[in-house]
C-alpha cells in the first residue's frame, strides 16, 4: 500500500489478535490498547 502515490501516508492502526476472540485492537498515541467497537447504525465499510 505504501508503494503508491495514494497509500504513502498509511499507517497501522491495529492489529487483529487470536485472543480474545473476535477483537480488533486499536494502539492509542500513549501506547495502550483498546478494542474497536462493533458498527451500529449503517454499516459503511472499513479501509483495512
Request: aromatic share 2%.
Amino acid at each position: 500500500m505504501k508503494s503508491t502515490r495514494y497509500g504513502e501516508g498509511a499507517v497501522i492502526i491495529g492489529e487483529v489478535v487470536a485472543e480474545p476472540k473476535s477483537r480488533v485492537l486499536l494502539k492509542t498515541v500513549l501506547g495502550s490498547a483498546r478494542v474497536v467497537d462493533m458498527l451500529a447504525g449503517e454499516m459503511l465499510p472499513r479501509i483495512c
